[in-house]
């Protein structure tokens, strides 16, 4: 039998011998010497076994594990990284037990793990986006390194990084790290939403549509109650967007209480539509007066006939910064100008134009805030004014592209399209719809339009009117630069086609429209420089037309066809067949809609006839700088002039349009707004011929060259002199 004290005795100075074994989860091996004699120095005969504790506080076990006669143990099951305390009690053949032995603790290490996570702040926002991501990544190795994709191209090694993502989107984001010879990574899908930024209100103390339409007033669209009174300006349909105030440069203004809102003491914007048909001598869009002078202003023209801003401050300057060039007349220009304490700026169509670093803080008065005139000098506007917005703050870039985009009173958000008008095609037969096929090998390709899919669109009509209510066709205009912006159609369409040209002439440079990413709801589109540089392009203003795959029938009789074709950059012409021959020569229109990043691309289609067309593919570089196949877009079009819904068209074609100067198209119907242009080459008479530009769009006509890069290309072409255009207007 045991003498429990003397058992006692020797289980006290006993120690636990810990071995840590790591296998699938951690496990302790305990092991301890067993005792030999009782106290009296008599040998233990009647030792039975032992029983071993432990738990995750000290003296506070749970069931005791009972061992048997053996003097090690192995316990499996632990949790790496927990602190655990153990003791061992001997007994004897009678289940007499000893007391505790000395108590051990031991804590299991963790397993080798590595997982990699992370957090940002923010997750979505107005493009510039500026995000902070935060590596919360967790695991028993140290990490030695980082590596992140955020989705747009953009990577860090950093551990933790604050990245601007530039363009609306949805951005994936990926975070790898490693140590300890292990590595991990975790992507997050969708995790960055970037929005493209809208017309601002942050800071507006002023904001005028002109989209009353009658009356001697003018209200305040900001909802800081500066109205206006009008004085000699009448209303005019023939805006920017809705309505808008014509002046007669004699003694026509928009007269506007002082209010402390008006005061622009440390920052400003102001921003207005302008349609001048002068431009001579000061012209005033917005002016705020005091005695004898003024506060701030934004001149259309000045004494120069360039646009210019102006400011007095407080110390006495009284700052001046005119623009480079003098503003087109008969056309509408976005004019805004910037001031935040230390920099003037000064804004047309969304590019900045001069800038001016001058401190200081704006002087204030109780004078009123004039639009089209002022008091102090009279210094009448001539022409159109609509879109006046006033900030107390200075707008970025950004902000005021986004204001260009969208009128006060609209509705719209996105701030891509200018213009979008949408209407059934009237009273026509569907006749077959297109396929898209890949040409054959050869030099100079035949393709036919038809041949690769005769499945039919579904369409309905009414039986009143005979309108196809299920195919349609949208037109509107889209200022692009080189980044790419997304157009958002009004309507989901079923197999969209989509041509784009002309683009505005702004800005002298030569560029190509890109077109990508078209599906049921919308389209990419961005202008791409010719020389191949991936410099900043200012924004140019661009029309485009979606229509359905097909071929149909109007109601005046006039026929139309929209396809797709895929060009081998290395056969540059291509021979297209109509599904079936017009009646008249059409007129082309194409389009390259699937552009690469890398080489500037376009096309013009040449010997066009009332059975096909020959499309001559024109990359930048001469040759196969192109290395994929190209998806070529066509509307071939009836010469004709009609109505879809209540929307007027004109599809014609002109000899007089030249590369050396801008040459008038004078429009054979009267519209109450300037309509949507679109136009494309129709035939080449030597040189390089690689856009259709134009300017001075009006309700009357348009001015219309040829960019030609016959200088660009090593091809030996000869500059052109003429060529055929062919040209849509639809209103």
Known sequence: MIQRQSTILLLTVLSLLLMVLQVQAAQVQLSWSAPTKNADGSPLNDLAGYKVYYGLASRSYGTPIDVGNTTTYTITGLTGGVRYYFAVKAYDTSR????????????????????????????????????????????????????????????????????????????????????????NTVTKKGYITVSQPPASSSGLVAAYSFDEGTGTKVNDASGNGNHG????????????????????????LVTINDAPSLDLTTGMTLEAWVYP?????????????????????????????????QSVLTNGSNVKLPGPSRLPTNTWTHLAATYNGSVLQLYVNGAQQASRSVAGTIVTSGNPLRIGGNSVWGEYFQGRIDEVRIYNRALTASEIQADMQKGISATTSGALMVQNLRAPLKLGDLLSALGKSTPSHGSTRQQTASGSSTSRLSTTTTASSGLLTSDYIEIGEVMVDHQWKRV?????????????????????????????????????????????????????????????????????????????????????????AFSQPFRVTPVVMTAITNAQESVAATGRPTLVSQKGFQFRLQPRRIPHSLDALQT???????????????????????????RWRFSTLTFTEGYADAPVFLADIQSSQGGNPINVRWEQK???????????????NADGATPLNSDVVGYIIIR
């Open 96 to 183: 007499n037990e000893s007391a505790f032995s000395t108590e051990v603790s031991f804590v299991p290490p963790l397993d080798p793990s590595l997982v990699a996570n992370f957090t940002a702040t923010p997750t979505s926002g107005t493009a510039p986006l500026a995000v902070t991501f935060t590596d919360t990544s967790t695991g028993t190795v140290t990490i030695t390194s980082w590596s992140w994709k955020f989705g747009d191209g953009g990577t860090s090694t950093q551990r933790n990084v604050t990245y601007t993502y530039k363009n609306p989107g949805t951005y994936d984001v990926t975070l790898t790290v490693s140590g300890g010879g292990l590595s």
């Open 229 to 252: 009174t009008i004085s000699g300006a009448t209303w005019t349909s023939s805006a920017r967007f809705g309505k808008a105030l014509v002046f007669d440069g004699v003694n026509d």
């Open 277 to 309: 048909t002068a431009t001579t001598y000061w012209r005033t869009v917005v002016l705020k007066e005091r005695p004898g002078h003024l506060t701030y202003a934004l001149y259309a023209s000045s004494s120069t006939n360039q646009p210019l801003v």
């Open 488 to 576: 958002d159609l009004s309507k989901r369409f079923t197999d969209p086609i989509v041509v784009a040209k002309a683009a505005s002439y702004h800005h002298a440079t030569l560029a190509v429209i890109g077109i990508r990413q078209i599906d049921a709801t919308g389209f990419e589109i961005r202008l791409e420089p010719w020389d191949g540089g991936s410099r900043t392009l200012a924004p140019e203003t661009v029309g485009y037309l979606v229509i359905e795959r097909g071929r149909f029938r109007l109601a005046d009789g006039a026929s139309l066809e929209s396809g797709t074709i895929d060009a081998d950059p290395a056969y540059p012409v291509y021979s297209i």
């Open 632 to 658: 070529i877009s066509y509307l071939a079009w009836e010469p004709s002039k009609g109505a879809l819904d209540d929307l007027a068209f004109e599809v014609n074609r002109t000899r007089d349009v030249t």
């Open 698 to 712: 009006d309700l009357r006509g348009i001015d219309l060259k040829i960019d030609d890069a016959s200088d660009l």
